[in-house]
């Protein structure tokens, strides 16, 4: 039973426009999600958090929003660029544990 | 300074076979984890280590898996008897200590461990 789920596998955006990766999760015991970005043959790379006591975190280009109702969380990347075509996993945390999702393959398109 | 390094890269054994996976974490981590990641999955937690010790060992499928961090830095993944299934990528990952909420995990290059 998958507790943190990226529904969409790929995601294709022209570049210059804003990126919308989506993540729900199932447990509400969660303290903290994570954003995590992957390039080939290389180990994911922490993007951004946010906890749980939050909605809204910004760092950059990067925005994580936070809906602990509908157990739902969503990166916005803005504006993507070419650099940003990647893997990005979604994950949350308690203690220091960590479940990840499937992963959303993300392309900026030119 | 030096990331997360694994070693070897890429590992291709025969079924039933031993292997051993290394990690050398980030110099003053403390907490070092091993996730295996299989084609077309997030990793998938395994083990992890705060100090010598093995605090959540969880995450291992079965007793063919087995992880030791002797001196509270390089650690080894050790198979026993490889199956098929076990092929995958396998991620070590380090951290500074438990007490950050946000845990921020630093990831090795992963070794491509291959059971033909």
């Known amino acids: 039973d998958q507790q943190v789920k990226q529904n969409s596998p790929s995601l294709s955006v022209q570049e210059g426009r804003i990126s919308i990766l989506n993540c729900d999760y199932t447990?509400?015991?969660?303290?903290?999600f994570l954003w995590y970005k992957k390039y080939p043959a290389e180990g994911p790379t922490f993007l951004i958090s946010i906890s749980s006591i939050k909605d809204k975190n910004e760092d950059g280009r990067f925005t994580v929003f936070l809906n602990k109702s509908a157990k739902h969380l969503s990166l916005h990347i803005v504006p993507s660029q070419p650099g940003d075509s990647a893997v990005y996993f979604c994950a949350a945390g308690r203690w220091d544990k960590i479940i990840f999702g499937k992963g959303t393959r993300l392309h900026i398109l030119p | 300074g030096a990331g997360v390094s694994q070693t070897p890269s890429n590992k291709v054994t025969e079924k039933g076979k031993y292997v051993e996976l290394r990690c050398d974490p980030i110099?003053?981590?403390?907490?070092l984890y091993w996730y295996r990641q299989s084609l077309g999955q997030g990793p998938e937690f395994l083990i992890y280590?705060?100090?010598?010790?093995?605090?959540?060992d969880s995450g291992l499928p079965n007793d063919r898996f087995f992880a030791v961090r002797p001196e509270g830095s390089v650690s080894t993944l050790k198979i026993q008897r490889t199956e098929r299934g076990d092929s995958a990528v396998y991620l070590c990952?380090?951290?500074?200590?438990?007490?950050?909420?946000?845990?921020?995990?630093?990831f090795g290059p992963g070794t491509r461990l291959t059971v033909l």
């Open positions: 280590f705060q100090g010598t010790g093995a605090a959540d």
């Open positions: 447990n509400s015991m969660f303290d903290y």
């Open positions: 990952a380090s951290s500074l200590s438990r007490s950050d909420i946000y845990n921020e995990q630093f």
């Open positions: 110099s003053g981590h403390t907490a």
